[in-house]
């Protein structure tokens, strides 16, 4: 890698590392938040600077951490410096300096990762500004690349980080580890943030596709974070990590290279990933254990029959069977209207047509699609009627065209 | 959830084939989001406790006198009896001879 290359891939990877333990060496809190921040940017720019003339360093990670750990000491002595000053001068007591250790080793590093995970989608703050923090501390976006896959502003972005540390820091969250009582709660937030962060990825209609499968990327990092840690390597924890693998096995094929949505029934399945259809098929099997059937199991399940293509009647019973469950657990009107297709894939369009009708999701689009999708072959016009329904209410241009696609079949 | 015999037994392909027109049930009442909970009452191990003069008398099963026995309940949100009334028709419970669906309110707390 060159230098134009290697400063933007540090960046990516060793940001983040470097904000957490600075975060963390200055109070255990969320105090020094600006200033682990400021200190990572600024060695950076040395890194600019210095790396311009005299070349890349042989191992440019540690120079990053020997950099960062300097300008960290130097800004506690000159902080150290002056508040003993000023407690001198009001109490005449001889000033204490206590060093600071910064630990950047590899053992550290998860540790404080895994902590801010946690502190970071704690539940004083909103899933939007758990997810910003999380891209933005853990994995080290820049503000208006944070912007640019919520499909935001920067200016937007800025006052919500703002505004989240500043809550933060008021409910005085501690970056650490939560006690073993309130673990399976605070794993429970952190999974749903991990869970939104992926799908924002996975559904954006962002066309950069960069951005979106970063977005995916992150997300699975962060999840498998938890899975290497002993307390949080918990059957949820894998069954989330197993649904976002076999997601994100697609995503070659979601999308045309006009940026056009591909549906599952039209994807060329030869772009489907196998190592990563195969990695999620490991954590499913892992995440098989204890006697607690989480959302993330059932949707992860869902999503591996989806990685088998050819229609069989078991695969569509499964499907049903496991939307039956999911529904009890947690309603979503998604949830619902997939459920519908299913059952007119397991027990034929007469019977889902008639289910379809009691869900009256009539402001989503995706409700007409589906009845739309259910009439075709068994009342053409009635299946037109709700195709140009579903049109006429679909907000996003590739929504409009999915469905113009459905009509020009007729 | 009223049958009006528990004791008969049902081959395993019956059993199978109610069980996933119970879980379609139960789907499509969640599909709406009506669900609340519900539960089957399996009949083994059941006891009845009844006060005779002698004082009181644990029997076996809910059967032998009582002519129905509950096989199970479920919870929904209705917005009126009539809705719950369309709920119950659903039940595949209602194709055995002589088995019945109450529809009853929850207390309020």
Not at chain 1, 77 to 97: C, D, G, V
Not at chain 1, 209 to 214: L, S, Y
Not at chain 2, 90 to 106: A, D, F, T, W, Y
Request: glycine letters at 6%; charged letters at 25%.
């Amino acid at each position: 890698m060159n230098q134009q290359e290697i400063i933007p891939h540090l960046f990516r990877t060793e940001f983040r590392k470097i904000t957490t333990v600075l975060c963390k060496s200055f109070g255990n809190a969320f105090n020094g938040i600006e200033i682990a921040e400021d200190i990572a940017s600024e060695t950076f720019l040395s890194a600019i600077e210095t790396w311009t003339y005299k070349g890349i360093p042989e191992n440019p990670t540690a120079w990053l951490y020997a950099v960062a750990k300097n300008k960290a000491k130097n800004y506690i002595t000159r902080n150290q410096l002056s508040t003993n000053k000023i407690a001198t001068e009001l109490k005449q007591s001889s000033p204490t300096t206590h060093e600071i250790e910064i630990d950047l080793s590899e053992k550290n590093i998860t540790d404080s990762q895994l902590q801010m995970l946690f502190a970071v989608c704690h539940p004083t703050i909103s899933p939007e500004a758990q997810i910003g923090l999380a891209l933005r501390i853990l994995c080290g976006f820049g503000i208006d690349e944070i912007a640019n896959a919520l499909l935001s502003n920067k200016e937007t972005i800025n006052k919500r980080l703002f505004r989240a540390k500043e809550k933060l820091r008021l409910e005085n969250v501690k970056i650490e580890f939560p006690g073993e009582a309130e673990i399976d709660n605070r794993l429970e937030t952190v999974l749903t943030t991990l869970y939104l962060l992926f799908s924002e990825g996975y559904y954006s209609e962002s066309n950069d596709t960069v951005v979106r499968e970063d977005l995916c990327m992150e997300a699975m990092r962060l999840t498998y974070l938890l899975i290497e840690n002993d307390q949080t390597n918990q059957p949820n924890v894998n069954a989330l990590l197993a649904l976002m693998c076999f997601q994100s096995s697609r995503f070659e094929a979601r999308k045309n290279s006009n940026g056009e949505m591909i549906l599952y029934d039209d994807q060329d399945e030869t772009l489907w990933n196998d190592e990563l259809i195969s990695k999620g098929a490991y954590f499913l099997h892992k995440a098989a254990h204890g006697n607690k059937l989480s959302k993330y199991h059932l949707e992860a399940s869902i999503a591996y029959w989806y990685t088998i293509k050819e229609d069989t009647k078991e695969k569509w019973e499964s499907i049903l069977q496991l939307y039956n469950q999911l529904l009890q657990l947690e309603y979503s009107p998604v949830a619902a209207l997939n459920r519908t297709y299913a059952l007119s894939k397991a027990n034929g369009k007469a019977q889902a047509i008639i289910e379809a009708e009691k869900l009256q999701l009539t402001s989503n689009h995706f409700y007409f699609t589906l009845l739309g999708e259910l009439y075709k072959g068994i009342n053409d016009v009635k299946a037109k009627e709700n195709f140009t329904k579903a049109l006429s209410i679909a907000k996003t241009q590739a929504d409009k065209q999915t469905i113009l696609k459905k009509l020009d079949r007729f | 959830m009223r049958h009006e015999d528990g004791s008969k037994i049902a081959s395993p392909e019956q059993m199978q084939t109610w069980m996933k027109q119970t879980m379609d049930w139960i789907g499509s009442i969640s599909a709406q989001n009506k669900f609340v909970s519900g539960t089957g009452l399996p009949f083994a191990d059941a006891r009845v406790v009844k006060t005779t003069s002698t004082g009181k008398v644990v029997t076996n099963g809910p059967f032998g006198d009582i002519k129905e026995t509950i096989g199970g309940f479920i919870t929904v949100k209705a917005d009126s009896v009539e809705e719950a009334v369309e709920f119950a028709k659903g039940c595949p419970v209602l194709q055995g001879e002589g088995n019945s669906m109450e529809i009853r309110k929850v207390a309020k707390k």
